[in-house]
Every structure is written in C-alpha cells, then in structure tokens.
C-alpha cells in the first residue's frame, strides 16, 4: 500500500500547480480533499483537512486524529496536526493555510502561538467553495489573547528555536552515541524536551516512541497561553509517526508501537506522565512506558 504523503517538496509543488494552470496558492485548496482523506476521526466521523505553505515553498498536509476509549480532549486536531508537522520538518514559517472547515475556537487559539499570526493568510473551502479567497488569519480573533499579553518579545514561539537547557546529571546535556535501543529512546525524547514550547509553565517535556522496527519518533509539549488549547508531547510524537508513514500507510497501526519514554522535570507543576500513560495504554497495550526526570534517576514503568 502506497504510504499517505503529509509533505511535498517545493519543486514539485512548483509542478503540481503548473501543470493545473494554478499558482501555488490557488493550489492550496485543491489538495484540502486529500488531507480530508488522511484524517482519523473513528468517533466523529468528521474528516478534517488542513494545508499550509512554509515560507520554505514546501507544502503540508494535516488532518484530525481522535482516540476511542479516551475522553474527547485527548484529540488532535486538524491545525495541530499541520503545525506539528512543520516542526517535525524544521519548517521555520507558516505563511499560507487552506482548511475544510473554519477553524474552531481551539484551533484559533492556538496558531495564536506563531509569530505575526496576522501575516498569515487562511482559506476555508467549505465557505470560499468558489471564490477560493484568502483572509488574513486575524480576522478569525480579531480581539486576541496570547503570547504578547504574557510574555516578553525576545521569547521564542512555535516554530521558532527553543533550548531548554534539560540534561541529565550524567551526560552534561550531551546527547551520547548508543545502540542501545531503550538508551536510544531516552536520549530522543530528551532532545524533543529541549525543542518544547512551554514558557507559560515552564515545564517542558518531550516523548519518543519506537515501532517494531526500531524507528523512533520525536514530539515536543507546546503550550498555549489559554492553557486548554496546549498540545502534550505523546499527541506531538503521534504526529511525528503518522507524518512518515509509521502506521504502514493506512489503518489502526497503533499497535506497532512497542516502546515510548517520556522526559520531563522532577519538579514540574505540569505534569504529563499520567496522559500519556494513558493513551499508550489505550492505543498500544503491549507498549512498554518508561519515565525519566531530569537531575534524578528514572521512575520506570510498564504496563
């Protein structure tokens, strides 16, 4: 089966709109079907399909991810799909955003988290069906809170380099050459807590997980300043997984995940171990969970 694509590459986006007699941007909703498709809403059964333009020219592709057996605000939505995704490809800029539905309350508050959000320019397809016209971002939250009410200009937001400065007290804050595989899972999801957006708490966490063939898959904590909107770091590595293909192109294929760990600070006042534990748990059965806190020897489990 032919993975699902969630990025195309700047040239061939290039091509794709030239060979439809389209721009790129005019390209944008056209692709908003086919990240429809790679939506996974079992409960709601409403397919969400998000497309954004990096300032790279590469496009990418979200969709809506939703877990039974687990309450509702464990989701992924569309938008944090697609913003996940730029991270996880070091895309440094959102400038442009097609989406199948208008975005919800949550979704606006949270893309309230990139810098100069009214430099973004969004197209809903359901409602431009014909016209196809963008709208500056800032017309969805005209009367706005966010970063710029808590914190201070030089502070870094999504999309933007973070270094959290998390360490281990035996590796020095290097990340040391392994082949060992649960070492090798430790050390990946202590890299995406040094990526973590979190300058509201100050509690930033990262999580890696690994598939039965040994590829591991990074996701960062990112806050919101309305709190609720923040997204925890397994939903963020889940992203990661989907993203390249992990899931073996289509289906459950949760249940190739066989490990995952979790790395936050001992003291943290936001804590993501228990949230975690429990969407692995439900996903995953088999997964084996382990929890290291930096500064301090590990608090291992598995279930």
């Known amino acids: 089966m032919e993975r699902p694509r969630f990025v195309i590459e700047a040239a061939e986006a290039e091509s794709m709109?030239?060979?439809s007699g389209l721009t790129v941007l005019q390209l944008l909703p056209t692709l908003v079907k086919s990240?429809?498709?790679l939506a996974r809403p079992p409960i709601s059964k409403f397919h969400v399909g998000a497309v954004g333009l990096g300032s790279s020219g590469r496009i990418f592709l979200g969709g809506n991810v939703e877990f039974p057996g687990l309450p509702l605000h464990q989701s992924i939505h569309a938008e944090q799909f697609l913003i996940t995704n730029l991270i996880v490809n070091a895309e440094p800029r959102l400038q442009h955003l097609a989406v199948s539905a208008a975005p919800c309350g949550h979704c606006r508050q949270f893309l309230q988290e990139l810098r100069n959000t009214s430099d973004i320019n969004i197209c809903i397809t359901s409602v431009n069906s014909n016209e196809r016209k963008y709208h500056p971002l800032s017309h969805l939250l005209p009367d706005r809170?966010?970063?710029n009410d808590l914190l201070d200009k030089d502070v870094p937001l999504l999309l933007e380099t973070h270094q959290n400065g998390m360490s281990f007290n035996l590796c020095n804050g290097q990340i040391p050459e392994t082949e060992n595989p649960k070492e090798r899972l430790k050390y990946a999801a202590l890299e995406a807590a040094n990526k973590s957006h979190a300058p509201y708490s100050k509690c930033p966490s990262g999580v890696a997980i690994m598939d039965c063939e040994g590829n591991i898959y990074k996701g960062s904590y990112m806050e919101s300043a309305a709190y609720n909107p923040s997204m925890g770091p397994v939903q963020a590595a889940l992203v990661a997984y989907l993203a390249a293909g992990g899931s073996g192109g289509g289906g459950g294929g949760y249940e190739r995940?066989?490990?995952a760990a979790l790395v936050e600070k001992e003291?943290?006042?936001v804590r993501q171990e228990h949230a975690a534990r429990l969407?692995?748990?439900v996903i995953s059965p088999k997964c084996e969970f382990n929890v290291f806190h930096c500064g301090c020897k590990k608090s291992c489990s598995r279930f």
């Open 145 to 147: 809170f966010g970063p």
């Open 279 to 281: 969407l692995l748990q």
């Open 257 to 259: 995940i066989v490990a």
């Open 17 to 19: 709109a030239q060979k």
């Open 35 to 37: 990240a429809q498709t």
């Open 267 to 269: 003291d943290a006042v």
